[in-house]
Nanobody, 124 residues
């Protein structure tokens, strides 16, 4: 059974930074695409970022336009952990952030397995 456990959320002022972590267990993690989604109150869950393995030590990252240049996704296979570094945070980044994984190298649409989420609140 795959488990994803997020951590690192919290309250931060606009312009600040947070780093989210997602610890994975229960399957071979190194070749899976992994990503982050978020959901604000009364809004649909939306894609934030994903990282896909291209073979060897090559990875490719995708980002939503709203976070490009501010957020960075990374993966540490030795620690079974994926990270989301969030800089220059804005009040509109306030949401519950969910870690997601796909059963394979490539991400597409919504994830195949999910974490429980971690709350990020950005005050103005």
């Amino acid at each position: 059974q795959v488990q994803l456990v997020e951590s690192g959320g919290g309250l931060v002022q606009a312009g600040g930074s947070l780093r989210l972590s997602c610890l994975a267990s229960g399957r071979t993690f190194s070749s899976d695409a992994m990503g982050w989604f978020r959901q604000a109150p009364e809004k649909e869950r939306e894609f934030v970022a994903a990282i896909s393995w291209r073979g060897g030590s090559a990875y490719y990252a995708d980002y939503a336009d709203s976070v490009k240049g501010r957020f960075t996704i990374s993966k540490d296979n030795a620690k079974n952990t994926v990270y989301l570094q969030m800089n220059s945070l804005k009040p509109e980044d306030t949401a519950t952030y969910y870690c997601a994984g796909w059963n394979g190298r490539n991400w597409s649409g919504r994830g195949d397995y999910w974490g429980q989420g971690t709350q990020v609140t950005v005050s103005s």
